[in-house]
């Protein structure tokens, strides 16, 4: 099984986040989705042209809770085959993992953290 397939978000704190999605308009061309949750990159399978997918870009206030303890300020979410099955061999592995999920119609959520304290987010998009 490939554990994981690609990035499905990049997540980062900011003290303005307002202000610095303004400088990433102006300057990057960035454009917020119209419910101001962050960008989204739309991109085609390279394997299965008829696949698509999305990464989502976003920037949060700095006290967020949403990266959780991490002391990064950015966090990454991995699009992953079989969260169920990965999570599985991710205990086995010793790897720490938050035991909360999320599941909505767009995804379910985990989330694991590396040895130097970073919250990494996996998303296991719906079966289509």
């Known amino acids: 099984m490939k554990r994981v397939t690609g990035i499905g978000g990049i997540f980062f704190k900011s003290d ?9 308009e102006k300057h990057l061309g960035i454009t917020r989705a119209p419910d101001g949750s962050g960008a989204v990159f739309e991109w085609r399978d390279a394997q299965q042209s008829d696949k698509t997918g999305m990464t ?34 991710l205990q086995e592995e010793g790897v ?3 035991p909360h999920r999320e599941d909505y119609e767009y995804g379910r959520f985990a989330w694991i953290t590396d040895p130097e304290g970073r919250r990494i987010e996996l998303w296991e998009a719906p079966k289509t």
């Open 56 to 89: 989502v870009w976003s920037i949060f206030p700095a006290d967020t809770k949403y990266l959780g303890s991490s002391p990064s300020p950015f966090m990454i979410n991995y699009i992953v085959d079989d969260l169920d099955v990965l999570l599985k061999m």
């Open 16 to 24: 303005s986040p307002d202000q610095l999605y303004q400088w990433y």
């Open 96 to 98: 720490e993992i938050d």
